[in-house]
Structure formats: C-alpha cells, structure tokens
C-alpha cells in the first residue's frame, strides 16, 4: 500500500505498544504490538514470572515472536538475552 503523499511504505518495523500485566500470583504476561509496512499491525505475547528480569526477556520474546510472523522462519532471528539500559540517568 503506497501511501497518500506518494511516499514508499515504512520498511521498518515500528513499535506501537508494550503492555505488561502481573498478577497476584506473582507471573507476568506481556503483550507487544508493532507495524509493518505501514498497514500491518501484529501482536506478540509471553508470559512467566514477574520479576524484573523475566519481564524484560517476555517483552523480548513478544517482540520477537510478532516480528517471525512477518519475516517467517527463512529469517534466522533467535533471541540472545535482555539487558536493562539506563540511557537517560545521570551520573
């Protein structure tokens, strides 16, 4: 789908939503949401426990898991580990 100024169509995958629930029982289901090409949206879920860490590797994985849905598996994607950055901290 061309866009209606003429432009060509995003070719990069664009992050639309990160919602991350827990519960009582101390798990956690993160659900992601990305676009493609303009026109399609995808959603990626995982779920495990809520802590920290396992938050950040189940956002990872959603995302992963929605972007296999556009590439398929002819791209060799796989995941390697999350790491928290604080990026806009102060020293």
Do not use: Y
Not at 10 to 31: F, G, K, N
Not at 51 to 74: V, Y
């Amino acid at each position: 789908m061309t866009p209606p100024d003429g432009t060509t169509p995003r070719q990069r995958v664009r992050l639309l939503s990160v919602q991350a629930d827990s519960t009582p029982d101390s798990r956690c289901t993160v659900s992601v949401e990305i676009e493609w090409s303009g026109d399609k949206r995808l959603e990626g879920v995982e779920s495990g426990n809520a802590t920290h860490q396992r938050m950040l590797i189940a956002g990872s994985l959603a995302t992963l898991d929605a972007i296999r849905t556009i590439a398929g598996e002819a791209v060799g994607l796989e995941f390697r580990g999350a790491k928290s950055v604080r990026a806009f901290d102060e020293p």
